[in-house]
């Protein structure tokens, strides 16, 4: 008793020194720290309340930039609009016309919030509308890009702010071959300069200026953000990352979803020189790229307030000495995630990682040198379809000898069932011995009893790969094969329930059972079927419901992944055919599939 009474108050005791430390070395000084980062805020905030001009809310701040916290949004927000297009008239504009892109820049605010993707469709429809990437504050989803400039805290400087005019020097349109210049004089000496351009894809240029005619030396921090209003519709699938994102140096490549944000606060990495951060969707990207070599501080936040999931970074200080300029710039990528064309800016604008804007996933090293072939072929036979059909040759073709081996394996082991059987019943009622002569026997015959695993291992990861580059790859996207199929990369719309079409009735999507993923079952049964079935009844019952189970499952797949199943099912059957024609074992098909057909015998134990 007094021993179990001693340990009692030894634990304790214990467990004051812990809760103590704890207290001392850990929680105290991080309350100190929060203390100390709010005070530094409700600072900051209070300069920008009291400076006379209309500093932009959102922007981060230089006097908190490392303690993880950005400056709450205004109270106030902008008035609401019944539709984009009422917004988007409220305001004067000027027109961006390219190639690939529409839209306009706000002059309140010298935003670029309206931008259109032309190559690009809501549906396989063509006069479907063109995919909307951009829309302004007070739309029904706003989203933007933001630039301007922050002063330290306490500076009585007039800074342009989502509130402010601007105005247009020069061309009125922003095309490839002519900038647009926006100006704003302070009223103070300081004249401000926004210069867009953009080439004949997605990337725009933005250069900021700022002469200093006050006659006193000016310092400034310039910024750049992405915001966006409320959690768009996401696809909810784990193997796809859409959210903020960035690569910072070192630390690579940081993910952030939203959910993360909401629940969890702001994220600052440490400042790099060199990286870029944004926001993803699946198919779309706005990201903001500082120019490599100068450091900036990056930063992903929600307010609450607005519901802005926001993604900005802070550069270092700029000097401006009196009678002179001040100049930064950096680039914008806002349009989609081509594979190719993502490749290209990160050779041409030495942007650190650039390709990783595509979720590649896991297997990065098989999935986008799959899309590189499957891509290769499309450029010579214009159809992706096909390019998967052969890629799936080429694959089959590089793992012919391991799936000739385990075929052959195979094979052995079929002209050896009588043996095996004789084995069984010999020792019947001894399991090890059992094994121990069977293993025997495979290392006699040189037989591999895991050989027939090896065809589907090999299939698993290129399977991975195969989905992951019909899912992420915007190439894919309303990608036609032929006939029905007018998108590789969404499941197969006809079903076997309404007759493929012919009973005016839409399944759901339990039964949207189409064509490609019927084809792709059979093949697979017919597989399965072209070897002996086991002899343990529930194995039997497994391999016998297994491509009824697919079937069903991979019908909600891509339609291109249940065609390159279907299509490699086919060529692994031709192949096992032969090879066991050559090592003169008889394929027993029909016999495996009339056998299920058959009325079995009771065993001698069941007769009465």
């Given amino acids: 008793m007094i021993s179990e009474n001693r340990n009692t108050i030894l ?11 704890w207290q001392y070395f850990y929680a105290g000084p991080q309350l100190e720290r929060q203390q100390a980062a709010l005070q530094a805020q409700q600072e900051a905030e209070a300069a920008q ?29 902008p008035q609401g609009f019944a539709s984009r297009e009422q917004a988007l008239s409220a305001t004067q504009r000027v027109v961006i016309d390219t190639p690939r892109l529409e839209g306009s820049i706000n002059l309140t605010g010298g935003r670029l919030d309206d931008l259109r993707l032309k190559d690009y469709h809501e549906t396989v429809d063509r006069s479907s509308p063109t995919i909307v990437l951009f829309s302004p504050t007070g739309s029904p989803n706003p989203y933007y890009s933001d630039y301007g400039w922050v002063a330290d805290a306490g500076a009585s400087i007039t800074l342009p702010g989502p509130d402010t005019i601007w105005s247009v020097n020069g061309s009125s349109d922003l095309t490839p071959s002519t900038p647009l210049t926006l100006s704003w004089d302070n009223g103070e000496g300081l004249v401000f300069n926004r210069t867009f351009s953009v080439d004949e894809n997605y990337m725009f240029d933005v250069t900021q200026s700022v002469t200093n005619n006050s006659g006193d030396v000016v310092t400034l921090y310039p910024y750049g953000l992405i915001a966006r209003k409320g959690i768009p519709e996401t696809t909810g699938i784990w193997i796809l990352h859409e959210g903020l994102l960035g690569v910072f140096g070192e630390e690579g490549l940081v993910e952030v979803d939203y959910s993360d944000l909401e629940e969890d606060g702001p994220v600052r990495p440490a400042a790099v020189d060199r990286g870029w951060l944004g926001i ?185 790969a195969l989905y992951k580059v019909l899912f992420v790859t915007i190439e894919m996207r309303h990608a036609p094969f032929f006939g029905w199929i007018q998108d590789l990369s969404a499941p197969d719309p006809t079903s076997l329930f309404n007759l493929f079409g012919l009973i005016p009735w839409d399944p759901p999507q339990l039964l949207m059972l189409g064509v490609w993923p019927l084809i792709m079952g059979i093949t697979m049964f ?10 343990d009844p529930t194995q039997q019952m497994i391999f016998t419901w297994m491509p009824v189970v697919f079937t069903f499952m991979l019908a909600s797949f891509p339609a291109g992944l249940v065609i390159y199943w279907a299509w490699n099912n086919s060529l692994s059957i031709a192949q096992q055919w032969v090879i066991m024609s050559r090592q003169g074992v008889k394929v027993e098909l029909w016999d495996n599939i009339g056998s299920m057909f058959k009325r079995k015998k009771p065993a001698a134990d069941d007769k009465s």
């Fill in 49 to 77: 309340q009291s400076a006379p001009g209309g500093v932009n809310p959102d922007a981060p701040t230089p006097s908190v930039a490392g303690s993880g916290t950005t400056v709450a949004p205004s109270a106030t927000s």
């Fill in 280 to 464: 993803t969707d699946k198919y779309w990207a706005a990201t903001l790229i500082p120019t490599p070599g100068q450091e900036f501080q990056p930063g992903f936040s929600y307010a609450a307030q607005s519901g802005n999931f926001q993604a900005d970074y802070l550069g270092n200080a700029v000097v401006v000495p009196a009678g002179g300029v001040g100049e930064t710039s950096s680039y914008l990528f806002a349009g989609a995630k081509e594979t190719n064309l993502l490749d290209a800016y990160e050779a041409s604008l030495s942007i650190e990682r650039f390709e990783l804007l595509i979720d590649w996933g896991w297997f990065y090293f098989l999935t986008k040198p799959m899309f590189y072939a499957i891509d290769f072929l499309f450029h010579y036979f214009g159809n992706f379809g096909v390019a998967i059909l052969l890629v799936t040759v080429i694959i089959k073709l590089f793992f012919f000898p391991l799936a000739n081996k385990s075929y052959v394996s195979m094979s052995k082991m079929k002209l050896v069932q009588p043996q095996m059987t004789e084995i069984r019943e010999k020792y019947a009622d001894d399991r090890q011995k059992q094994q121990q002569a069977l293993m025997e026997l495979y290392k006699k015959e040189k037989i591999n009893p895991l050989a027939g695993c090896l065809p589907i291992l090999i299939q698993i990861p290129v399977f991975f």
């Fill in 526 to 535: 017919v597989q399965m079927k072209m070897n002996p079935a086991p002899p």
């Fill in 11 to 21: 634990a304790i005791v214990l467990s004051l020194i812990v809760l103590l430390a």
